[in-house]
């Protein structure tokens, strides 16, 4: 079974400052791993994606990830936040499952930009 | 616009009542899938399919029933709505089959209360 633990349901930063989500997996396999992004009353959409090519992933934003197999973590970076980037943040692990693919997600961290 | 379409957007049903949530996509992913969105729970998966004709469970099935009778529409129906259903609902899709990496594309949910 496949798992992903996000450490803190809620951050705060300053604008400008450094924004770092934490994210941890679990799995028997060489996963696909996700961040998405939620809006207040919105769906999630694809905030970047690592599937075993370059391990420092860019995603949409200004927002990266670096895959670390040693720590099984794929933190979620970016240098400077904006106020923008107010938002739910969840990190997902794909797992294959009988033909398909399934995403597992985490609990998400709120993420609040202070002017 | 491509993408995926949810109705209704919000509603509020009496405990006992029927309840079928739809969900059309125009993609032409094979895999659909339904999530619950519930606070500090994160999203979890209900049913998925992975091509037309075919579906399956997921953590949370109990309660609910789907049918995906072609590649576009997925509906998602509660035969006897109870209070703790009460949550957002989410349907997504993917390409499914070997060009699948777990990337998933959602709408934007169907608030659902049930009192």
């Known amino acids: 079974a496949q798992s992903v633990t996000q450490l803190g349901s809620h951050v705060s930063v300053s604008e400008g400052a450094l924004v770092l989500l934490r994210c941890n997996y679990s799995?028997?396999?060489?996963?696909?791993l996700f961040w998405y992004v939620q809006y207040p009353n919105q769906g999630l959409q694809l905030l970047l994606k690592?599937?075993?090519?370059?391990?420092l992933v860019k995603g949409i934003n200004g927002f990266e990830a670096e895959f670390k197999k040693s720590e099984t973590s794929f933190h979620l970076t970016k240098p400077s936040a904006h106020m923008s980037d107010a938002a739910e943040y969840f990190c997902?692990?794909?797992?294959?499952?009988?033909?398909?693919?399934?995403?597992?997600f985490g609990k998400g961290t709120k993420l609040s930009v202070i002017p | 616009i491509a993408g995926i379409t949810q109705a209704p957007t919000s509603q509020i049903l009496a405990a006992g009542r029927r309840m079928t949530l739809r969900c059309t996509q125009d993609?032409?992913?094979?895999?659909m899938y339904w999530y619950r969105q519930d606070l500090g729970l994160g999203l979890r998966l209900i049913h998925y399919?992975?091509?037309?004709?075919?579906?399956g469970k997921g953590e949370v099935p109990d309660g609910y029933s789907v049918s995906r009778a072609n590649t576009d529409d997925f509906p998602l129906t509660l035969a006897s709505a109870v209070p703790s259903q009460t949550s957002v609902y989410f349907c997504?899709?993917?390409?499914?089959?070997?060009?699948?990496?777990?990337?998933?594309?959602f709408g934007e949910g169907s608030r659902l209360t049930v009192l």
């Open positions: 997504a899709s993917g390409k499914g089959g070997n060009r699948n990496t777990g990337e998933l594309f």
């Open positions: 799995s028997s396999v060489p996963p696909y």
């Open positions: 690592y599937t075993s090519a370059a391990t």
């Open positions: 997902a692990v794909s797992r294959s499952g009988a033909g398909s693919y399934q995403l597992t």
């Open positions: 993609m032409r992913h094979n895999a």
């Open positions: 399919s992975n091509t037309a004709g075919t579906t």
